[in-house]
């Protein structure tokens, strides 16, 4: 169908979390501002601005035939329902006729919630047991790609740097009981072992399951002693982040348990993936995430939302040791390529200089592009070229190649979700 073959503006949907940057702070609130000529409000917190086809944060065709489903605007959702070809054959065969990723940009003024995504066979369990809590039946792996100096914990730091928190944080050691200290700190090298993962396991669920009481004092020791050792010593960055944390949310076990996660720190153009079933929680910065297209999130602390404090200990890995950061592979001199290890999603990041061209050739599976910065020129094919701009997001279906060019005095700055390469192989 001609009409499945062309390029179709987005108007996407936002989040308003009161996580996110305030008004004209947050990249959101900008894109959002030009993306659907909305105007911000200068009080109110911008979250995620979402791409996709979730029921969650719908995407709505502009101004593009339909097939079969008239002039009007339509969701993007139900678009592709019409218009199956448009994600090719593959795609089709292996995921039916819906996008398999969401992608999103994330403006994050203060730390969100400890949690973990369910893997597929826990997704549909808990999506039957509470529908209203757990949004739908599949999992939710994703990659967060820096756009600017951003933060975040991710996953359970090695056994090593697990005894220097048993060795300095006296008062985990009180919570959680000095034999299961002591059979951690006295131990040789668990790294990998099983005996490491349950140790670890019942120390992290000792701390998760004390009581509001335990907890209560538990932060404000901790807040207390770092307060006064501040006076005659640099605290860590690991110390200081607890101590913001406890500003943000105080008496919650989460200020405690970020002791136990790696304290991630990436520079604009790093990345990191985050497997299903394993801990993390964004804290401040801004950045572009993909994900499979799904909402479902297990929290247990620094959060105001429901807390499901049994479901995240029983499912997570308790794998240990410092996160992969991805930095991108060149395709050409424009482009660069973040490839996490699962089927769904990739992303491209594309910055080009004034007056320059790139081509994104034609791939079997869709594509959704969003400019970041500045303005240009897109053609497919033979067809007139568009003008885009900050703001624009766009469908592309498979098969579709696309030439972009810079303005002459203006970059311009974006990227692309798409299905992992790897499945057209």
């Given at each position: 169908?001609?009409?499945?073959?062309?390029?179709?503006?987005?108007?996407?949907?936002?989040?308003?979390?009161?996580?996110?940057?305030?008004?004209?702070?947050?990249?959101?609130?900008?894109?959002?501002?030009?993306?659907?000529?909305?105007?911000?409000?200068?009080?109110?917190?911008?979250?995620?601005?979402?791409?996709?086809?979730?029921?969650?944060?719908?995407?709505?065709?502009?101004?593009?035939?339909?097939?079969?489903?008239?002039?009007?605007?339509?969701?993007?959702k139900k678009w592709i329902g019409a218009n199956s070809d448009a994600l090719g054959d593959k795609v089709?065969?292996?995921?039916?006729?819906?996008?398999?990723?969401?992608?999103?940009?994330?403006?994050?003024?203060?730390?969100?919630?400890?949690?973990?995504?369910?893997?597929?066979?826990?997704?549909?369990?808990?999506?039957?047991?509470?529908?209203?809590?757990?949004?739908?039946?599949?999992?939710?792996?994703?990659?967060?790609?820096?756009?600017?100096?951003?933060?975040?914990?991710?996953?359970?730091?090695?056994?090593?740097?697990?005894?220097?928190?048993?060795?300095?944080?006296?008062?985990?050691?009180?919570?959680?009981?000095?034999?299961?200290?002591?059979?951690?700190?006295?131990?040789?090298?668990?790294?990998?072992?099983?005996?490491?993962?349950?140790?670890?396991?019942?120390?992290?669920?000792?701390?998760?399951?004390?009581?509001?009481?335990?907890?209560?004092?538990?932060?404000?020791?901790?807040?207390?002693?770092?307060?006064?050792?501040?006076?005659?010593?640099?605290?860590?960055?690991?110390?200081?982040?607890?101590?913001?944390?406890?500003?943000?949310?105080?008496?919650?076990?989460?200020?405690?348990?970020?002791?136990?996660?790696?304290?991630?720190?990436?520079?604009?153009?790093?990345?990191?993936?985050?497997?299903?079933?394993?801990?993390?929680?964004?804290?401040?910065?801004?950045?572009?995430?993909?994900?499979?297209?799904?909402?479902?999130?297990?929290?247990?602390?620094?959060?105001?939302?429901?807390?499901?404090?049994?479901?995240?200990?029983?499912?997570?890995?308790?794998?240990?040791?410092?996160?992969?950061?991805?930095?991108?592979?060149?395709?050409?001199?424009?482009?660069?390529?973040?490839?996490?290890?699962?089927?769904?999603?990739?992303?491209?990041?594309?910055?080009?200089?004034?007056?320059?061209?790139?081509?994104?050739?034609?791939?079997?599976?869709?594509?959704?592009?969003?400019?970041?910065?500045?303005?240009?020129?897109?053609?497919?094919?033979?067809?007139?070229?568009?003008?885009?701009?900050?703001?624009?997001?766009?469908?592309?279906?498979?098969?579709?190649?696309?030439?972009?060019?810079?303005?002459?005095?203006?970059?311009?700055?974006?990227?692309?979700?798409?299905?992992?390469?790897?499945?057209?192989?």
């Amino acid at each position: 169908m001609e009409g499945s073959r062309r390029p179709l503006r987005l108007r996407c949907s936002i989040q308003n979390y009161d996580w996110g940057r305030i008004g004209e702070e947050s990249m959101v609130a900008r894109l959002f501002e030009r993306n659907c000529a909305a105007e911000i409000e200068s009080s109110r917190p911008y979250a995620e601005f979402w791409m996709g086809t979730h029921e969650s944060g719908p995407s709505f065709v502009v101004s593009a035939p339909a097939a079969g489903l008239g002039p009007e605007e339509v969701t993007l959702k139900k678009w592709i329902g019409a218009n199956s070809d448009a994600l090719g054959d593959k795609v089709v065969a292996k995921w039916g006729n819906d996008l398999p990723f969401l992608f999103k940009i994330l403006s994050v003024s203060k730390a969100l919630s400890i949690q973990a995504h369910p893997d597929k066979e826990l997704a549909r369990l808990l999506h039957k047991m509470r529908p209203s809590v757990y949004k739908d039946p599949n999992h939710k792996p994703e990659m967060a790609i820096a756009l600017t100096e951003f933060r975040a914990l991710c996953g359970f730091v090695s056994n090593e740097e697990l005894k220097d928190v048993l060795f300095g944080v006296p008062e985990i050691r009180e919570l959680i009981g000095n034999d299961e200290a002591i059979k951690i700190i006295s131990t040789g090298d668990l790294n990998g072992h099983m005996n490491a993962k349950s140790l670890l396991q019942v120390v992290f669920f000792k701390l998760m399951t004390a009581s509001n009481d335990a907890v209560l004092e538990l932060v404000s020791k901790i807040k207390g002693r770092l307060e006064v050792e501040s006076k005659i010593r640099t605290l860590t960055e690991k110390e200081q982040l607890v101590l913001l944390l406890e500003k943000q949310y105080q008496a919650d076990v989460g200020v405690v348990v970020a002791f136990f996660f790696n304290y991630v720190k990436l520079s604009p153009g790093e990345a990191i993936y985050i497997g299903p079933n394993e801990p993390h929680a964004y804290i401040s910065g801004e950045c572009i995430e993909c994900m499979a297209a799904s909402d479902n999130v297990v929290r247990a602390g620094l959060t105001r939302k429901y807390i499901d404090v049994q479901t995240l200990c029983s499912m997570l890995t308790y794998k240990q040791g410092f996160p992969q950061i991805l930095r991108g592979v060149p395709l050409n001199p424009y482009i660069s390529r973040y490839t996490p290890p699962f089927d769904e999603f990739e992303v491209d990041h594309c910055f080009l200089p004034p007056k320059e061209s790139v081509v994104f050739f034609a791939i079997p599976g869709p594509s959704i592009f969003i400019v970041v910065a500045g303005e240009g020129r897109m053609q497919m094919g033979s067809a007139v070229e568009e003008q885009v701009l900050e703001g624009d997001v766009y469908l592309v279906p498979a098969e579709t190649e696309i030439r972009l060019s810079a303005a002459a005095g203006r970059h311009i700055h974006l990227y692309r979700a798409g299905v992992n390469s790897r499945i057209f192989d």
